[in-house]
C-alpha cells in the first residue's frame, strides 16, 4: 500500500479509505471494504461501473504521482542533510 485517500464528489458526498496499491502489473485502487460475516471483504462504497471507476482511478493516481514529484523537487531544495 503506498496511500490512503479521500475524494470528495460535487462537494456533496465524501469516500475515505480509498488505498493505492503498488501490484504487479503498477498502481490501482482499492475502494473502501468492510470484513463480512463469512470472512470476505465487501467494498462499502465503489463506482457502479468501469467507465466511473476508471475515471476515478485516473484522478487519485495522477494526484499521487504529483503529490510524489511535488515531495521530490522539495527534497531537492533542502539538499543534502547535515
Known sequence: ???????????????????????????????PSRKASDGEYRDIAHPINSRTRTEIQTIILNKYREMLAQEEAEEELEGPGI
Open 1 to 31: 500500500m503506498k496511500a490512503v485517500v479521500s475524494i470528495t464528489l460535487d462537494d456533496e458526498f465524501v469516500v475515505h479509505d480509498i488505498k493505492v496499491i503498488e501490484g504487479e502489473k503498477g498502481l490501482f485502487i482499492a475502494m
